[in-house]
């Protein structure tokens, strides 16, 4: 029984040290890519490059909607850009395109983290994503929660195969409670990011590697965090080491040299003193 329950320890110990070790790697890498996005997106900010934060991989450099708000002690910078992504489909490209939402806060306290992010037309129309805080920056976009989308969709904003136009933004806090409301005018009909992309297709049959005509390319982020992975693991499989050989060999050699109580040293006694009658006996 004591056998059996060695191996399971010893299993059990094998299993939390791979978990363990699993979950090192995972807060090291996610942990060095918010820390380089967080500088990253600082020195964007202010150098005031908006485009930076687009996280669509299309996109019009030029914005739809650039207009300064203020509400209360608090002002914000609204940009709207035109977007668009590429996704193959049964061997066939096909160009999804939408609306992206950036709100820059200059001044003021705070805002709220979480909040809606609608977007309204002159009909009964509208089309709302979930405005969130990007990282710790005072910057905030939106997205689709069930499409895990950043983007407005135009197909959203069809009805009976006419696209309606947007006629306002509207943000409000997450009680419901209106706390901006923008008037807009963004027309479909001027929309020519994603008309430039098919043409490329068209013409290329392969999805564009970089900017072209009036098409601009969201920057790619590349991040190497293989340097602190190897380093933080390296220390913990160390720790794991260590503690390996405290609880599964030191310790079992200090068991093996522990003094016994007195009650042992009794019956030890006794068992000899038997073995030597026995043996005199013989």
């Known amino acids: 029984m ?8 010893r299993i059990v110990f094998a299993i939390c040290a791979a978990f363990g070790l699993l979950l090192v790697y995972s807060l090291t890498d996610s942990g060095m890519r918010s820390s380089y996005l967080q500088i990253e997106g600082e020195q964007a900010l202010l150098r005031q490059d908006y485009e930076y934060f687009i996280s669509v991989r299309f996109y019009k450099a030029e914005p739809l909607i650039d207009l300064q708000m203020t509400k209360d002690d608090n002002t914000y910078n609204v940009k709207i850009y035109e977007v668009a992504y590429i996704s193959l489909v049964e061997s066939e490209y096909v160009v999804t ?19 809606e992010v609608i977007l309204e037309t002159d009909t009964d129309l509208a089309v709302e994503n979930l405005g969130f805080q990007v990282l710790d920056l005072p910057m905030y976009s ?5 499409l895990a989308s950043p983007l407005f969709k135009k197909s959203s904003f069809a009805v009976d195969h006419t696209f309606q136009n947007v006629t306002g933004l509207t943000i409000n806090l997450q009680n419901g409670d209106p706390y901006l409301q923008i008037p807009l005018a963004i027309d479909w009909a001027d929309f020519t990011v994603k008309t430039e992309l098919e043409t490329y297709l068209s013409s290329h049959d392969q999805a564009p590697d970089q900017a072209f005509g009036g098409v601009s390319m969201a920057h790619v982020v590349t991040i190497d965090t293989s340097k602190e992975v190897i380093r933080n693991i390296a220390i913990y499989v160390a ?7 405290g609880l599964f060999f030191i310790r079992k050699k200090k068991m ?7 009650g042992v040293m009794r019956d030890l006694e006794r068992q000899k003193e038997s073995a030597q009658k026995s043996d005199q006996a013989h």
Do not use: C, W
Request: net charge negative; aromatic share 14%; hydrophobic share 45%.
């Open 97 to 115: 395109d939408g609306i992206f939402f950036l709100m820059h806060q200059t001044a003021g306290t705070d805002s709220y983290e979480y909040f």
């Open 142 to 146: 939106a997205m689709n929660q069930e």
């Open 239 to 245: 720790a794991v080491l260590v503690l390996t050989v």
């Open 2 to 9: 004591n056998r059996i329950m060695k191996i399971f320890n």
């Open 256 to 262: 093996g040299r522990v003094e016994p109580t007195p």
